[in-house]
């Protein structure tokens, strides 16, 4: 089953090669749409299947290189099971938002579907090195996405952020294989190395590959000081692609931190939680700064994702003190941080979208250009609006439930470091009304660069088909997270017990 | 009890939804509405209904209403029915009238959330997207950058001020006495835990209720329409600080140094907004310092152990404030100005709503027996019980209470100048007028001996806790409030021999947002730009120069050690070459030669069997 919905897409992808070369654009969109449909469905059913109080489930192995302790493991649990959701609606999103995309798009769906199987088996993978491959060939695909479909320095921004986050990954195949060497017997098996936690007592050898297994993690997330590569990828990005990779491939980072490297490396994540903390802290404040400072308004929303994340790391970090067995508060952090996946998932990917719109039509991410576009497009305004709001953390949005979780949980354990990243979403609205203000409000003005059509057309169907399912999910999130929380907050918690060790 | 405070978020949620399309039904649908939760708060009002629901982990969502609350939800809902009806009768079928009453509702039902949520979180979460809403009320002419760069600095200030709940939610958990952060448990918590929710409530709520320091933004909310500065002054919004102080009041009085702090901001706001106000010009910004100076009453109470009198401040502040505001609206349509000189003889004009704009601004003056004069009395108490300072300045700000409302009425009761211009004020728009003008007479008693002990029954207070006024501090501050009104009265237009840079300081809210602007906004920017500068100067460069950096290695592997490299292989062959010449050259094919060279070799091959034996 499991295996089913992670290869599927690949499989349609190839598929999709061997028809004809006549084939009707058409066909490409509907197998295209369709096929996500379909993945979306089967992870619902996952979770109609899915027993809360039921540890790891779909669990499926095979053998694949025994030799060298690898093998193919795939589960479920409540931490992997809200983000395949996420990676499944996030793909239908994009499917449907690029309907009308014309530039070879036998090849975009195609990577799209690939990419797909990428980022499910990911956060599906109980191997180390599966969820290495994986996370390998993410970065693959979306070099392609990147260089192919995006925008004029798209090669450049490409082949930074391959670079980039390649280097990150060799850093985490580093840790993994100094996890495979402690372990006894050697194995990179997910479960077993959380049982065994194999660095119990080597204070050195533990540090060494925490750092290495962190900084693999920190490139993706990404947290201040190695970020740079987001910025110029998401600008560069088609819509489409930048919705994923914010919305989907960041989460890689962030959920190998509670995937890997809290329940695998207990003793010295607690010794060195500060550190994380400290990341996480400056990375919510430059972020912020940063996006502040911009006018360019898809480099902005790069910037928020920075301080989003680094709500992300802040609460993964606090939430290893032990002290004073404030057990509720940690595991609300916790809970937070992956609520925060979530919701940053859903909420980003609508800006990127939204940004997309907005650059089809003025062919400029320049806010300065823009003024007034309420005039014209009262209701791709209105669901920016939502979106920017929704993303500054108003309560009855999903952002709200996380960032609450966050900070209420992390207040106890870090005061000092909390009090100051709370600043973060105060910074976040300040930016994100200005951007509105200048943007949307205000008498009516369009870019006038040569060759821009001078008028602005509403949101069409396909594009709010896009972008209204993933903002009414963060209200209902926002209103009633029950159904989320009961599944995320046992996972939670036994990651904390797993911590303690 | 969930209907209470669901009707209106989901009536004002759908029609925001619906869009233009509902504008011509919006004005029905919101009045419905509006009346429906007026009927739903005053029997919760009676009944004392909760709900509870799963919500985070451990942290349940409870909604219950008890005296205060239902007072509250009461107020709420009758003041928001009074200006939706104004607003139906002016806002014209141009305007966007479905997002109107939609954010009306919205903004009604969050504040339904904050009064009835009896636990912090959800508190937070009505207090918030009051904000927000307000941010859209106050922005509703969004064409005009003016009101919306006002409406940025009205939800960035409270922001600002919020951050306070979000930090005393985490540590009221830390201290781990009340795992479901219940209003009522955070008194529990103990140091130093109990002095940070302290804090954190405090700055919220002042900021929420434009409380010094933060008064500016209330200033700027003046850019929104009139009916939402008649619901944002009176009912919701700003009084909702107010209602915290006056909920957590264990709170205060536990951390030893909360009432205090809370009870000096009060009066001192009270004094100094009441001064702003006196030296205000433009009607509506006049009103609006003196919500600030009113509202400081409210928040003087809350830190005095006044709670009854803070409450009453608080009901009998929301019938007379949004009377006046609906009152200033009314006059702007018609009229086509806010500014006072130009406002003479407004109220001869339109007599109906002159009478009842009246009786608002007199209530307001503290001028007797009208229900402001004695709740503040009732108020004044508990500060005189505390200080006698504390009181004086009360007392002071009640005095300007008088001076500015009787500014108001000089200009408006003038002998009319001719206004061809001037259109009337449709009927529809009196009739909430006049209502609200009974209410403000109608809640006079309530400040009296025994209507006031029962309302203190309601809000829980045991008989005797509170401090009741002495007859002589009911006859002081009604002869002076009486005496304070005849002289501004007689004072009229007249300028104050004061010096010009008080009069502007004053007249510019005390330039606190400039001061804001200087200290806070400006540095941050300034922030921003070096971060950004940072991360493209530094850590970009460094990105790129460590890829540069790599090309240049690599350029000097292929050119220095792969030379190296390529030139030892190189040499090896050229040296095998030579070599392979020189073995070349024995073989010569000339038979001779290799017969001395067989000798040769056989010579050496025995000299070395000779050796070596």
Redesign the interface.
Known sequence: MLTALVFAPTAVAVLLFALPRRTSPTVFRVVWVVMSAVELALVIGLWAGYDSAGGMQYEERARWIPSAGVGYHVGVDGLSLPLLALTGLLFLACAVYSLRENRRIREFAALFLFLETTCLGLFAALDLILFFVFFDLSIVAMYFVIAGWGHRQAARAALKFFLYTFIGSLALLLGFIGLYLAAEPHTFDMVELTEQNPLAGRSVYGALVLLAVVVGLAVKTPTVPFHTWLPPAHVEAPAAGSAILAGVLLKMGTYGFVRIAMPMLPEVWRRYALVLVVIGVVSVLHGALVALAQTDFKRMVAYTSVNHMGYIVLAVGAAAATADGSEQARSLAVTGAVTQMVSHGLLTGALFLLAGVLYERGRTYDMGAYSGLATVAPAFAAMTGIAAFASLGLPGFSGFIAEFQIFTGSLGPRPLATSLSVLGILLTAGLFLRALRQVFTGPLRLPDAPGTPRVFPEIRAHESAAVVPLLVLAVVLGVAPRFMLDVIEPASRSVLELLAR | MWALVALPLGAGALLLMA??RADRAAPGVALAVAVAALGLAVAAAFRHPSARA??????PVRFAVDGLSGLLAVTITAVTLAVLLFSAAEFGAGEARARFFGLMLLFAGSMLVTVTATTL?VL???W??MG?TS?ALI?YW????ER??AA?TA??TT??AD?GL??A???A??S?HD?ALSLDGLARAEEPWLS?VAAGLVVAAFGKSAQLPFSFWLSKAMQGPSPVSALLHSATMVVAGAYLLLRTGPLLDASGWGDDVVAWTGAATALFLGLVAVAQTDLKQLLAASTCAQIGFMVLAAGAHAASGGTLQLIAHAAAKSLLFLGAGAWLTALGTQRLPALLGAARRHPAAGVAFTVAALSLAGLPPLSLWAAKDVLLAGALESSPWLYATGLAGAVLSAVYSAKVLWYLWRPAVPRPDARPIPGGAVAPLVLLAQACVALTPLAFAPLRDSVERVLGLPAGIEPSPHPWEFALSGALALLAAAVAWAWGSRQLPLPQRAKTGFRDWLGLERVAHVLLVGP??R???A??AF?DRV??RA??GS?SAAVRLARWTDGVVERAFDGTVGAVAAGTRALGRWSRRPQTGQLHQYLAQAVAAFTVLAVVLVLLR
């Open positions: 869009g233009r799963p919500f985070l982990d451990g942290l979180p937070l979460m009505g918030e997207v927000a941010w922005g969004w064409r005009d950058p919306t760069s940025d939800f960035l922001r600002t951050l979000y930090l939610a985490g540590a958990l830390a781990g795992s940070f941050t920017m922030l921003a730009r971060a950004t991360d850590l970009d990105v790129d890829a």
